[in-house]
């Protein structure tokens, strides 16, 4: 497992905190890295500066000849001649020269050399920073080293050093300790919508995150984003409930009546005539469970949404093939069928859109009376479809349902149809990204689609 597999594998407060402390280790570091740096740059100025006084000092004393003047507290002075041999020297130095036979050819050939001796860490005695330079006196070269410690500097360092590791080390434990907390805080709510969340899938009915209404945060607008979702998936488990409970009931009907009527064709000897007439009950009854399969078929295909295909279609020539199904049984009704539709193509799929309609004739010529009238209107890409009838119109307590999958105005469930029409017409309009309204206009029931077309 490498690197990247092991974070993915920590808490997300554990990633946190581990984000949190690497980025104030680097920002910490940063800091105190300028200011050692700004720090250092300032004593070793002061230092440089007061050994090339120093220096100069010592040069101007051997052209003149005179006694070598003394310097800062600590400071060291030298003068070797061209062959590095010890001419003057602090007592503390001895004869001990100061600058190796490499340094000592570069100063004679006009250089300057500077150099530190001993380490800052680890601690190292007799510290010193000396600088060397070539003098002439009476025409003879010599070389005049000056030398100052670097004790105090070097302890300064060494303390801002130390001050800036502690400082840098409680500031990233407070840091990764308030990152922590607030991690913590900021993942509670998380945790208490998942912990409610998982109540719905244990079966627990009407779950409800709590949310806070006085806050509009991210986390906020998460916890009202899942109660949206946690209220929608149960409606959608009480519609498949009560979808399974109104399918059930639809297809025990029918086939409990072929029971019947096979039980009591078996139960004594039967005349042709009436083994005929037992035949065509069951057929009627097989029709009526084919025609809900099918049904049933079709809104979920519909309910996919991938089965819907659109296709420029002349309006006036859908509208026409759907009329002209009913046509034969409204003129045997007594009935009237008319289309008011305007000679313009539209963008839809006529397979689903001829049979919706033929489903909203279908309930007109069932269920209303008078005239059947499909007024068409297309106005700025949209297209609107309305099927009226003079007929009593909806009930008003099943206007809310009537779109429902089995819903039927009556309240018995032996009437004809099996409520599915209506569902039908209402799955047609939104799978083509439309809606479907039912209302009731004063002179009969109305069924309206909108479409994008």
């Not at 062959?83 to 250089?111: F, I």
């Amino acid at each position: 497992m490498n690197q990247r597999d092991w974070l993915r594998r920590l808490p997300v407060v554990t990633r946190l905190v581990l984000a949190v402390a690497v980025t104030m280790a680097l920002v910490l570091t940063g800091a105190a890295g300028l200011v050692y740096w700004r720090v250092r740059t300032a004593l070793d100025q002061q230092l440089n500066d007061d050994l090339t006084t120093y220096r100069r000092s010592l040069d101007a004393a051997v052209r003149a000849r005179t006694p070598l003047p003394p310097g800062p507290s600590g400071s060291l002075q030298q003068v070797l001649d061209a062959h590095g041999r010890v001419l003057r020297s602090s007592d503390a130095l001895r004869h001990q020269p100061l600058l190796t036979p490499a340094e000592l050819d570069t100063v004679a050939h006009g250089a300057t050399v500077r150099r530190d001796v001993g380490s800052l860490l680890p601690i190292t005695a007799d510290t010193l920073r000396l600088q060397a330079r070539r003098v002439t006196t009476d025409g003879q070269p010599r070389v005049v080293v000056a030398a100052v410690r670097r004790g105090h500097r070097d302890e300064a360092l060494r303390e801002l050093l130390a001050q800036l590791a502690l400082v840098s080390a409680l500031t990233l434990i407070a840091a990764s300790y308030v990152g922590y907390r607030t991690a913590r805080a900021a993942l509670r709510p998380v945790e208490r919508y998942r912990s409610g969340a998982a109540t719905l899938a244990d079966g627990v009915p009407h779950t409800r995150l709590d949310v806070p209404a006085d806050r509009h945060d991210e986390i906020t607008r998460l916890g009202h984003t899942l109660n949206h979702m946690l209220d929608r998936l149960q409606a959608a488990a009480e519609r498949e409930r009560r979808f399974v409970a109104d399918a059930s009931h639809e297809l025990r009907t029918p086939l409990t009546l072929m029971r019947a009527e096979l039980d009591v064709a078996l139960h004594r000897p039967r005349s042709a005539g009436e083994l005929t007439d037992t035949l065509r009950s069951v057929d009627t009854e097989v029709q009526r469970l084919i025609g809900l399969s099918n049904a049933l078929l079709d809104l979920e295909g519909l309910g996919s949404g991938h089965h819907l295909t659109r296709a420029r279609t002349r309006l006036a020539d859908l509208v026409e093939a759907a009329v002209a199904r009913h046509r034969r049984t409204a003129e045997q009704a007594g009935r009237v069928l008319s289309a008011d539709v305007p000679d313009t193509a539209i963008d839809v799929d006529a397979r689903w859109l001829q049979p919706a309609l033929g489903n909203l004739f279908d309930n007109a010529l069932r269920h209303g009376h008078g005239t059947v009238r499909l007024t068409a209107t297309v106005h700025e890409g949209g297209l609107r479809l309305t099927v009226t009838d003079e007929g009593p119109g909806f009930p008003s307590e099943f206007l809310p349902r009537a779109f429902d999958r089995f819903a039927r105005a009556e309240a018995s469930r032996t009437s004809e149809g099996a409520g599915l029409g209506l569902a039908f017409v209402h799955a047609v309009a939104l799978a083509h990204g439309g809606t479907a309204h039912a209302e009731n206009t004063g002179h009969g029931g109305a069924v309206t689609l909108d479409l994008p077309c």
